[in-house]
């Protein structure tokens, strides 16, 4: 927050003050960032590889509907995060906005992830995922700095 602004921390957290057509166009952001990231011509392949899996294990097809529907709400819930944080933070441009997005990938996405990953043994899996959460909080700090 700029000083003289005098915003209480209330009005920053209401969600009637978010942008939900730009929310939306995160959520459609990350589908499209997640669907090349994990291309069979990208990073799926050394992704499959880094978290044990060999060339003839089958991904599940099982359960596709919870799959998708999990990954679409972790999305939204990812997106309208940001969007708080972003207006709390008082991120009104888009490189403003990118840097929070970084921020909150730094501090929350990355560091706490890497944890998991290290214990698991999972190192270059845990670069692969992390690399496509930060291109998706950059985008979504971005977008939701930008068009407020």
């Known amino acids: 927050m700029r000083a003289g602004q005098t915003l209480s921390m209330e009005a920053e957290m209401d969600?009637?003050?978010i942008n939900w057509l730009a929310v939306v166009a995160?959520?459609?952001v990350s589908m499209i960032s997640g669907s090349l990231w994990y291309n069979p011509?990208?990073?799926y392949p050394a992704w499959?590889?880094?978290i044990g899996r060999s060339e003839s294990d089958a991904p599940g097809m099982q359960n596709m509907g919870i799959v998708w529907g999990g990954t679409v709400l972790s999305s939204?819930?990812?997106a309208v995060s940001v969007a708080l944080m972003v207006r709390t933070m008082g991120s009104n441009t888009l490189s403003s906005g990118a840097m929070a997005g970084f921020m909150l990938w730094l501090g929350f996405v990355?560091?706490?992830s890497l944890t998991n990953k290290l214990f698991a043994g999972q190192l270059k899996a845990w670069v692969i995922e992390a690399g496509n959460h930060?291109?998706?909080f950059l985008l979504f700090?971005?977008?939701l700095g930008a068009w407020h």
């Open 76 to 78: 939204f819930v990812q």
């Open 48 to 50: 499959w590889k880094a």
């Open 141 to 143: 700090g971005a977008i």
């Open 134 to 136: 930060l291109v998706n």
């Open 26 to 28: 995160c959520v459609v």
């Open 15 to 17: 969600l009637g003050n």
């Open 110 to 112: 990355a560091a706490t």
């Open 41 to 43: 011509k990208t990073f």
